[in-house]
Nanobody, 115 residues
Framework: QVQLVESGGGLVQAGGSLRLSCVVS????????MGWYRQAPGKQRELVAA???????NYLESVKGRFTISRDNANNTVSLQMSSLKPEDTAVYYC?????????WGQGTQVTVSS
């Protein structure tokens, strides 16, 4: 029943901005942690940013000051505003929502940053 639908990926030049959004349907509860992960070709998946129900955030060190995660609990959405993008940000970005003992993923959206 739980489904995550992502949007906003695409191609952008270095220094540009992009906003990713994820809508969660069939949510069991708003008491959860939502986040964005990314995986570049040949590399391990890594956590980019996460946010709790009440707004506590955690960021990958390399994106601090450039990316901002936010959520709208009323509409069950989580977004990632990405600015000052770098070629090394190129990856497939995955939306994630995690409840205690439950974890769901989006299908992934490609972000490509050209130099």
């Amino acid at each position: 029943q739980v489904q995550l639908v992502e949007s906003g990926g695409g191609l952008v030049q270095a220094g540009g901005s992009l906003r990713l959004s994820c809508v969660v349907s069939g949510s069991l509860s708003s008491f959860n942690t939502m986040g964005w992960y990314r995986q570049a070709p040949g590399k391990q998946r890594e956590l980019v940013a996460a946010i709790t129900t009440f707004g506590y955030t955690n960021y990958l060190e390399s994106v601090k000051g450039r990316f901002t995660i936010s959520r709208d609990n009323a509409n069950n959405t989580v977004s990632l505003q990405m600015s000052s993008l770098k070629p090394e940000d190129t990856a497939v970005y995955y939306c994630n929502v995690q409840w205690p003992f439950r974890n769901y993923w989006g299908q992934g959206t490609q972000v490509t940053v050209s130099s």
